[in-house]
């Protein structure tokens, strides 16, 4: 199956529909009179319906196991035509438009299973998604202008040559990904000073300054002392998220003191000066943290 471990959960939801055709009245009215000699065809469909939903990764080989947190199944008889639709919702990594196509395949087919005794010509008609949201494409933000970022790490064995940068980089891809543009990148000491002048002097040219590097508790680690008074407002729900997600993969998240804020409307972001924790932290928060800056231009959160 796909990797999926670095997604975040978000509320997802997918609708599909199913055609099923009769070829007279008789059928029609059996189904709604519940005269069909094998029972309740609506109620036996959607009990089918929503075991498929359950099973679906029982029977797709690359759909992952997820918890099944709503569905809905609604019929529409038109003529001798009736519109089978199921709702399927679940908070997970991955979406479930499988499950609610594979759903209402199931509850047509145990509606054809049904009638066929009393009707030889049932079909099951066109099958298809109608609706999806929560996953990437829910989230796309669209800026007028290009958004900016200065990329800073933070390693005194950096800046003596004992290490080669990989943080830096991976942040700088995982940036671009998101279609923002690198103007700077530098490497500096773990020093207090130099670390706030270059949170000032970024957040004057660029909309994003990212430090990694300096997070952690070691007498070097002065990152967050460095720019919290220089930061005007904190983020803590950007903080809680990257910790809550590496946490989710190591037990050592939690020592990590990330640090999100704003000076004017740039968003400064402290690190973790690990490959991993940095990737992760990155992972947790992007590319939707970018929604920022429609706030900070007086947007709203639709």
Same mark, same amino acid.
Request: glycine share 8%; net charge negative; charged share 25%.
């Given at each position: 199956?796909?990797?999926?471990?670095?997604?975040?959960?978000?509320?997802?939801?997918?609708?599909?529909?199913?055609?099923?055709?009769?070829?007279?009245?008789?059928?029609?009215? !059996?189904?709604?009179?519940?005269?069909?000699?094998?029972?309740?065809? =609506?109620?036996? !469909?959607?009990?089918?319906?929503?075991?498929?939903?359950?099973?679906? =990764?029982?029977?797709?080989?690359?759909?992952?196991?997820?918890?099944?947190?709503?569905?809905?199944?609604?019929?529409?008889?038109?003529?001798?035509?009736?519109?089978?639709?199921?709702?399927?919702?679940?908070?997970?990594?991955?979406?479930?438009?499988?499950?609610?196509?594979?759903?209402?395949?199931?509850?047509?087919?145990? /509606?054809?299973?049904?009638?066929?005794?009393?009707?030889?010509?049932?079909? &099951?008609?066109?099958?298809?998604?109608?609706?999806?949201?929560?996953?990437?494409?829910?989230?796309?933000?669209?800026?007028?202008?290009?958004?900016?970022?200065?990329?800073?790490?933070?390693?005194?064995?950096?800046?003596?040559?004992?290490?080669?940068?990989?943080?830096?980089?991976?942040?700088?891809?995982?940036?671009?990904?998101?279609?923002?543009?690198?103007?700077?990148?530098?490497? +500096?000491? @773990? @020093?207090?000073?130099?670390?706030?002048?270059?949170?000032?002097?970024?957040?004057?040219?660029?909309?994003?300054?990212?430090?990694?590097?300096?997070?952690?508790?070691?007498?070097?680690?002065?990152?967050?002392?460095?720019?919290?008074?220089?930061?005007?407002?904190?983020?803590?729900? +950007?903080?809680?998220?990257?910790? @809550?997600?590496?946490?989710?993969?190591?037990?050592?998240?939690?020592?990590?003191?990330?640090?999100?804020?704003? &000076?004017?409307?740039?968003?400064?972001?402290?690190?973790?000066?690990?490959?991993?924790?940095?990737?992760?932290? /990155?992972?947790?928060?992007?590319?939707?943290?970018?929604?920022?800056?429609?706030?900070?231009?007086?947007?709203?959160? @639709?």
């Amino acid at each position: 199956m796909v990797d999926i471990t670095h997604k975040i959960n978000t509320l997802r939801l997918a609708t599909a529909q199913a055609i099923l055709k009769v070829s007279k009245q008789e059928t029609i009215d !059996a189904i709604e009179n519940n005269l069909v000699p094998k029972g309740n065809v =609506f109620e036996i !469909a959607k009990a089918a319906g929503l075991l498929a939903v359950k099973n679906t =990764f029982n029977v797709i080989p690359d759909c992952h196991p997820l918890p099944v947190e709503f569905t809905g199944v609604n019929y529409t008889i038109e003529g001798l035509t009736v519109k089978i639709e199921m709702i399927v919702k679940t908070i997970y990594k991955t979406g479930v438009e499988v499950e609610a196509m594979h759903g209402v395949s199931v509850i047509a087919l145990t /509606m054809y299973d049904m009638l066929k005794p009393i009707d030889k010509q049932v079909e &099951i008609g066109t099958i298809k998604l109608l609706e999806k949201s929560g996953g990437k494409s829910s989230y796309k933000i669209k800026h007028k202008s290009q958004l900016t970022a200065s990329v800073i790490v933070c390693s005194d064995s950096i800046v003596e040559g004992k290490k080669e940068d990989k943080t830096g980089k991976v942040i700088i891809n995982k940036l671009e990904e998101s279609n923002v543009v690198i103007s700077s990148y530098e490497i +500096i000491p @773990d @020093d207090l000073q130099q670390i706030r002048e270059k949170a000032i002097e970024g957040a004057s040219e660029n909309n994003l300054v990212i430090f990694t590097g300096g997070t952690g508790l070691s007498y070097r680690d002065v990152t967050p002392e460095a720019l919290i008074p220089v930061l005007e407002r904190r983020i803590p729900g +950007i903080e809680e998220a990257i910790r @809550d997600y590496g946490q989710n993969r190591m037990p050592y998240a939690m020592l990590s003191r990330s640090v999100a804020g704003t &000076i004017g409307d740039t968003l400064v972001l402290a690190l973790p000066g690990s490959t991993n924790g940095a990737k992760e932290s /990155m992972d947790a928060v992007f590319p939707h943290l970018l929604h920022v800056f429609n706030i900070l231009k007086g947007g709203n959160h @639709d």
